[in-house]
């Protein structure tokens, strides 16, 4: 089983639509993390959280939220999806030093 | 702001030569660094790591250089093999804010 569970790995929606990822990790690690990956932009942090009670904006949070329902439970809510939303979408978790990322989400906004 | 970048966004390297990734970082606190990479419909994968302590690390044929005066590291991929075609992101972060802030990532193609 992968440390890191991405669901769903792909997705298309309407512009307007709510739509959740999930992402759950068996690393047993307090942090977890939600990034986008962009064409030419690299990885961008939208929210992260260091533990069940802890969440924090990223660089890029407008248009997102985030659930963190249990240590290994990490979730991406886009409220009203857009289509500058289009992207891959990584969660990861990590230890001291290390991240271990899931196999991401490809979502498509139309 | 781009505090980590990777100017190159690809590399060719014919294979079994060696294969240099750069990354520039702009903010002096960063003190750990990491190469992450990432193969097509995947996740990126921790590859190898640096503490602003040294100034090299070695991993089998992959060796990271930190120079901290010029906020330059490199990763040195000796000798390249058609497997190490991915996307490289360089990452850093420092102590107290454990975020990771990436890179743009650079496209290493090993022509065979």
């Known amino acids: 089983d992968a440390d890191v569970t991405q669901t769903p790995r792909n997705r298309i929606t309407k512009t307007g639509k709510r739509i959740m990822l999930e992402c759950s990790q068996t690393?047993?690690?307090?942090?977890m993390y939600w990034y986008r990956q962009d064409p030419g932009l690299g990885l961008r942090l939208i929210y992260y959280?260091?533990?069940?009670?802890?969440?924090n904006k990223g660089e890029i949070s407008d248009g997102y939220s985030v659930s963190r329902q249990a240590q290994a439970k990490f979730s991406l809510s886009l409220e009203s999806a857009i289509p500058n939303q289009t992207a891959l979408y990584f969660c990861?978790?990590?230890?001291?030093?290390?991240?271990?990322f899931g196999q991401g989400t490809r979502l498509t906004v139309v | 702001d781009q505090q980590v970048k990777q100017n190159s966004p690809s590399l060719s390297v014919q294979e079994g030569r060696i294969s240099i990734l750069n990354c520039d970082y702009t903010?002096?606190?960063?003190?750990?660094f990491l190469w992450y990479k990432k193969y097509p419909a995947e996740g990126p994968t921790f590859l190898i790591s640096?503490?602003?302590?040294?100034d090299k690390n070695e991993d089998g044929r992959f060796t990271v250089f930190l120079n901290k005066s010029a906020k330059h590291l490199s990763l040195h991929i000796v000798p390249s093999q058609p497997g190490d075609s991915a996307v490289y992101f360089c990452?850093?972060?420092?102590?107290?804010?454990?975020?990771?802030?990436f890179g743009t990532g650079t496209r290493l193609t090993i022509i065979p």
């Open positions: 990861a978790t990590q230890g001291n030093t290390e991240a271990f």
């Open positions: 690393k047993g690690h307090d942090r």
């Open positions: 959280s260091f533990d069940v009670k802890d969440i």
């Open positions: 903010n002096s606190m960063f003190d750990y």
């Open positions: 640096i503490s602003s302590i040294k």
């Open positions: 990452a850093a972060s420092f102590f107290g804010n454990e975020k990771l802030t």
